[in-house]
Structures are given as structure tokens and as C-alpha cells.
């Protein structure tokens, strides 16, 4: 209890010296409102930038491998992959009569053309040929309309799933369904829009708000298909693991392609896995720098708060003196400055608060979707205090250190 009331009273005292002292105070916390409003922001735009990353890639399937020519993360030397035969419809079928036990099978091939309506053209648009299985190999859905259908792909109809990026900026308020774009020099009939699913641009990725699916055969006919490229993407049973069902994929390739068992693979398997991996090493190297970044400006403000804490205790010499001649224990005199120190700090880590939900604001406006979780806001505030009794212990040692008498002498 008598250690209660001596930590209430230490409190009350520095309460009071902060009090006796604002604008001191205020020039102090500005290292300490800078350095927590940057630590706060940094974990937010992170979180930020991973929830997005990580809701756009959703529609590439966490149970799906995709067959390719080439890898999607490169990280040497890409030379070893141009000499790589193309990946082709032939492939893809069967690839489909031998995985008998894969929920689908479905290949896909695209090429950037500009896209038209009425007056105005969006350039450099992803045109994505595929098939109705595209609905069971990917998360994403049509926000509005329908998705391909067989009957699209065997009749080749001239229709079209626009993203909402394209929705956008081609019709505004208007609704597009059964509206007509050209798509390089062939109209195609829309008859979907994708719901909103971002980008993953941060690998060099595709935006997948700025795509359009066309039917395969439609898109064969319109802009060839015989030495193109295709991507096979293959969703994996639920009764098998997906490193299990991988081998078997790798295992019916390898005969497709009439490879010798001594021969390397002259294909690539991916899955969202790798790019999370990726994802994930680098976003901790970025916050990590972030992190030692926004700990200078810490301890910057810290060095701040300890320098303002020494001339604190200078200037009150003669009250410890007082305090200590009266009865007063190292304890308390140690308490009261810490404390003093702390929530100097701990001001200042709420003022930063408030600025960072200011800029977290901004950035869910203008960039991307971001907000201050519940964790952040507490490893804010301990982050405040645990600065405030670093910087404010050398201090406070000093004056619980002082002798009454001598104390009592200083002028």
C-alpha cells in the first residue's frame, strides 16, 4: 500500500513539473510525436500494403499450380529460359485426359491490345484468352453480369468480361452490360464485369482490374494463337496435398514433353505460395529499414527528453535536497523522474497517434486501404514509455544519487 501511495505521489509531483514547465515540455515531445507518428506509419502502410497484395493474388487460387514456360520469380540468370519451347493447347488437353483426378484444366494465353468505346481508348490493355474453368481455378467473380461460358468458348462468341479498373474509366455511372468495345480492330459484346481485385504490380505483376477476358477460341481467331504462348493453371484435388499433386503434374509433363529422365525440366510449376514467400522477404527487409529509420528519430527525441531530464533535475536540486532531508528514500526521488520522463514521452507518443491516423487517412484515400489495428496503437504507447524510462533513468539515478546536505547547499 505505502508503495501505491508513493508511486501516486511521484506521479502527482512530475505531473506538476510538466505542468510548471509547457513549452519546455512541448519542444521536448516533438522528437518523441515525430518518431512514433513515423513508427506508427510504417506498420500501418505495411499492414496496408500486405493486406492488398495478399487480396489481389487471392484470385490466382491457393490449391491451383500453373504450368508455364517460364518462372515467375527469377532471380538469376533468365538466358537458361528463352530456349524454351512454347507451351501450347495440345499440351493443355492432355495434360486433361491424363490428370483424371484434377478438379480443372485450364489454359490460358493473353497479349496487350488497346481497347475502345465511343471516343475513348485505353492503351496497353491486358487481353486474356481463356475458358468458362477459369470461374474454378480463380477466387475472383464477376461483380456484375456473367463469366464466359462453354457455349462462348465452342461457338467462339464474341464477347467479352472487362475489369472494373476498365468499367471505370470507359463507362463511368453507365452500365456496360451488352455494350460494345473494340478491342484492337475486332468488337467484342460485354457481358461481366469483375469485381474490384487490385494489383500485384509490386513483382511486376499484372494490375487485374485493368484485364479483359475473351473467349480462347475468340481470341485464337482474332489475334492467332500458333506460335503463341499458353499458361496451363491446374486446380488440385481436395483429397491430395498440393506438394504430392505437384510431383504427379511434374511426372505427366515430363512425358508430354518426351523428356529423357536425365534431361532437366523445360517448364516451370508455380503457385501463390511462391509469391507470398517473395512478398514476405522482401516487405521485412523494407520494415525492417523503415523500422531502424523511424528508431533514430526515437532516439533522437530520446537524447532530447534525457538532456531536458538533467537540466530538470539541476535546476531542482534544492527540493531533493528538501525531499530527501525530510524523509524521502532513493526509491522515490528515482520514481518521480522517471515517471516525469515517461510521461513526457507518453504525451508525445498520443500526440504522434493522432498525426499518424491523419496520415493513415490520407493514404487510405489517395493509395491504397490501410488503418491502425488495435496491436500498433499498444506497441505505440509501450514503445512511448519504454523511451521515456531509457531516457529519463541516467537523470533520475543522478538525483536519487544527490546527498541532502550537499543538495541543500546548491545554488
Not at 485493368?210 to 480462347?216: D, E, L, M, N, T
Not at 508455380?270 to 529499414?289: F, H, K, S
Not at 523511424?294 to 534525457?306: A, R
Request: with cysteine; hydrophobic share 45%; charged share 20%.
Amino acid at each position: 500500500m505505502r508503495a501505491l501511495n508513493d508511486t501516486v505521489e511521484s506521479l502527482k509531483i512530475a505531473l506538476a513539473a510538466i505542468k510548471a514547465n509547457k513549452s519546455r515540455g512541448v519542444l521536448t515531445t516533438l522528437g518523441i510525436v515525430i518518431g512514433i507518428m513515423a513508427v506508427i506509419t510504417t506498420m500501418t502502410a505495411a499492414n496496408g500494403l500486405g493486406n492488398n497484395f495478399r487480396e489481389s493474388i487471392s484470385a490466382l487460387g491457393s490449391d491451383v499450380l500453373y504450368v508455364s514456360r517460364r518462372p515467375w520469380i527469377i532471380t538469376g540468370n533468365s538466358f537458361q529460359f528463352r530456349n524454351r519451347k512454347n507451351l501450347g493447347l495440345k499440351e493443355a488437353k492432355k495434360l486433361e485426359e491424363s490428370l483424371q483426378n484434377a478438379v480443372a484444366v485450364n489454359p490460358s494465353t493473353n497479349t496487350n491490345k488497346n481497347i475502345k468505346y465511343k471516343s475513348t481508348t485505353l492503351e496497353g490493355i491486358t487481353i486474356i484468352g481463356t475458358t468458362d474453368k477459369h470461374m474454378m481455378v480463380s477466387a475472383s467473380v464477376p461483380e456484375r453480369g456473367r463469366f464466359l461460358t462453354a457455349f462462348d468458348v465452342q461457338f467462339k462468341k464474341t464477347v467479352c468480361v472487362i475489369g472494373s479498373e476498365i468499367k471505370e474509366r470507359l463507362f463511368e455511372d453507365i452500365d456496360p452490360i451488352n455494350k460494345k468495345i473494340k478491342i484492337g480492330r475486332f468488337k467484342y459484346r460485354i457481358v461481366g464485369v469483375m469485381e474490384k481485385q487490385g494489383s500485384a504490380g509490386f513483382f511486376g505483376g499484372p494490375n487485374f482490374d485493368r484485364q479483359v477476358f475473351v473467349p480462347i477460341t475468340s481470341f485464337i481467331k482474332s489475334y492467332g494463337g500458333n506460335n503463341r504462348d499458353f499458361n496451363i493453371a491446374i486446380k488440385a484435388p481436395p483429397n491430395i496435398s498440393l506438394a504430392n499433386f505437384e510431383y504427379e503434374v511434374v511426372g505427366e509433363m515430363r512425358k508430354i514433353r518426351k523428356l529423357k529422365p536425365t534431361q532437366e525440366d523445360d517448364f516451370s510449376i508455380n503457385q501463390m505460395n511462391q509469391l507470398v514467400g517473395v512478398y514476405n522477404n522482401v516487405m521485412g527487409v523494407i520494415v525492417l529499414i523503415g523500422l531502424v529509420i523511424t528508431g533514430i528519430s526515437l532516439f533522437v527525441g530520446g537524447i532530447g527528453v534525457m538532456n531536458i531530464m538533467f537540466v530538470s533535475v539541476t535546476e531542482r536540486t534544492r527540493e531533493i535536497g528538501i525531499r530527501k532531508a525530510i524523509g524521502a528514500k532513493r526509491r522515490s526521488i528515482l520514481t518521480q523522474f522517471l515517471f516525469e520522463a515517461s510521461t513526457i514521452c507518453l504525451i508525445g507518443g498520443f500526440i504522434g497517434l493522432v498525426l499518424a491516423f491523419g496520415v493513415t487517412a490520407l493514404i487510405s484515400k489517395f493509395l491504397m486501404p490501410a488503418s491502425i489495428s488495435m496491436p500498433i496503437v499498444m506497441v505505440a504507447i509501450l514503445v512511448s514509455v519504454f523511451t521515456g524510462v531509457l531516457s529519463g533513468f541516467i537523470p533520475a539515478f543522478k538525483a536519487s544519487k544527490l546527498k541532502p546536505i550537499e543538495a541543500l547547499r546548491y545554488e
